[in-house]
């Protein structure tokens, strides 16, 4: 099959390069010069593991290329998925400007029948419009398809290529077909519905998964007051198949590019249907104030911040990826600054992308997770890279000046942390204390 997909970003950039792995020729347009000659040249913009290498056999074997120019992508395309980026506006409704632009691209393009695909997480009704604006343009036969997308950061290429389920919405037998036959080598699980059960199969599956996160994140704080094990109770309640062991995990609370704008925009879809959608604000409110467990801890432990260096493990909003968009560390370090702490940070590979975000004077930018904790009041894990996992407990105990580690992520057991002299304070978990005289200097 021939296939277009417009856009470079996370989704654009996968799907691309699993169409092509599953044999098909797909051409990838960006708007980015710059961009489209680094893809050119086997580079991507983005850290995510496996990416590269398949980028570069399917462009070696001729079936995947790129350029700036949509008329060229979609000449030969029988299936155009546009999957440019819907970030959110200030009142958090997705801004679909790109969306229109490129839908004007295609229409003015268009030369005979294909199958035009968003793959973008959109409003409700938006296939519609991009329907209306190529038909603006072009007065020949096509069909619509929403094609929400469910790849998580960091493990993209795993679940494009073994996703739980293809949803696509549309009209059209045609297009229904063509569609099953792309997707049929990846799952048995194809669900075809209409195109708005579709567009809002994506929100209401990014929205429910928050809400559990927020759940037992709340569980978690009840723990810490009652004295019970979140992790116990959180694999106790998991093994129940209608609820299930996974995004059980508590923490400091979710972020990256979709939870917290899709959360939000859902909030905005339902507010525009005069609709009051309660339980999802509160899973936002939820999630907001989670990431201040951190620092309520980090007082707890050191009465007060002013002048403590704080070694900070992690920026990125999970491993495995670069990516620091809405990553709780942001807030975190934000308000260690200005409670007049100096944050020591470290991330195995998120640190530049947090500095174009967020630099502070205040700040200490570490090249090691070693040289982070050196000399530090206490350390926050903040991401649970495996490096930190790993990491060797009575050498962090050695490093810090008050040896206080704040879990941010609950990736140590018990067992491990009483044969050490740290002060541990997971999340939702017992703390386990020991009584000293900190340093104060
Ligand atoms: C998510 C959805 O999983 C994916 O289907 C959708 O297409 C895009 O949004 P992603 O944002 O890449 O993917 O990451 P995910 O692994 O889902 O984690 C999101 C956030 O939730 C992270 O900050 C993670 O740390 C947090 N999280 C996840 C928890 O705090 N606890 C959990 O149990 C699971």
């Not at 983005?46 to 070696?60: F, K, T, V, W």
């Not at 008329?71 to 980026?85: F, P, S």
């Not at 094609?147 to 073994?162: I, K, S, W």
């Not at 992308?353 to 206490?378: H, L, N, T």
Request: proline share 5%; charged share 20%; with cysteine.
């Amino acid at each position: 099959m021939n296939i277009a997909v417009i856009g470079t970003g996370y989704v654009g950039l996968v799907s691309g390069v699993c169409y092509a792995e599953l044999g098909h020729d797909v051409y990838c347009v960006d708007k980015d010069p710059a961009k489209v000659e680094l893809l050119q040249g086997g580079e991507v913009p983005i850290y995510e593991p496996g990416l590269q290498p398949l980028m570069r056999s399917n462009a070696d074997a001729g079936r995947l290329k790129f350029t700036t120019d949509t008329a060229t992508a979609i000449a030969g395309a029988e299936v155009v998925i546009i999957a440019v980026g819907t970030p959110p506006l200030p009142n958090g409704e997705a801004d679909m400007q790109y969306i229109e632009v490129a839908a004007k691209e295609i229409g003015e393009a268009m030369n005979g029948y294909k199958v035009i695909c968003v793959k973008s997480t959109v409003p409700v009704g938006t296939n519609e419009r991009v329907r209306a604006i190529i038909a603006d343009y072009y007065k020949g036969s096509f069909d619509n398809a929403s094609v929400p997308e469910f790849l998580r950061e960091g493990t993209a290429v795993q679940d494009t290529m073994n996703p739980d389920r293809v949803v696509f919405g549309t009209e059209s037998k045609h297009a229904a077909s063509l569609l099953t036959e792309l997707h049929a080598p990846l799952t048995k699980e194809i669900v075809v519905t209409d195109i708005r059960s579709a567009e809002m199969i994506k929100y209401a599956s990014n929205a429910f998964l928050a809400t559990k996160i927020s759940f037992i994140n709340e569980i978690a704080n009840i723990c810490e007051k009652v004295g019970a094990d979140v992790s116990e109770v959180a694999k106790g309640m998991g093994y129940d198949r209608r609820i299930g062991a996974s995004f059980l995990r508590a923490g400091i609370g979710y972020g990256g590019s979709c939870f917290p704008k899709d959360t939000k925009a859902l909030i905005q879809i339902a507010g525009n249907v005069a609709y009051d959608f309660k339980l999802l604000k509160a899973v936002v409110e939820v999630n907001q104030h989670q990431r201040y467990g951190v620092l309520d801890k980090l007082f707890n432990a050191l009465g007060t911040l002013k002048g403590k260096t704080i070694a900070v493990w992690g920026l990125a909003f999970k491993p495995e990826t670069d990516d620091v968009r809405e990553s709780p560390a942001l807030e975190i370090v934000d308000r260690l600054i200005a409670l007049g702490a100096v944050p020591k940070v470290y991330d195995p590979v998120a640190l530049e992308s947090f500095r174009k975000v967020y630099d502070d004077p205040a700040m200490m930018w570490c090249q090691s997770a070693q040289e982070a904790i050196q000399g530090s009041d206490a350390l926050c894990l903040l991401t649970e890279w495996k490096e930190f996992v790993e990491f060797d407990l009575a050498a962090i105990e050695a490093a810090l000046a008050n040896p206080i580690l704040i879990d941010g992520r609950n990736v140590y057991s018990y067992e491990a942390v009483k044969g050490t002299g740290l002060s541990y304070y997971p999340v939702g978990r017992p703390v386990h204390h020991i009584e000293r005289e900190y340093v104060h200097g």
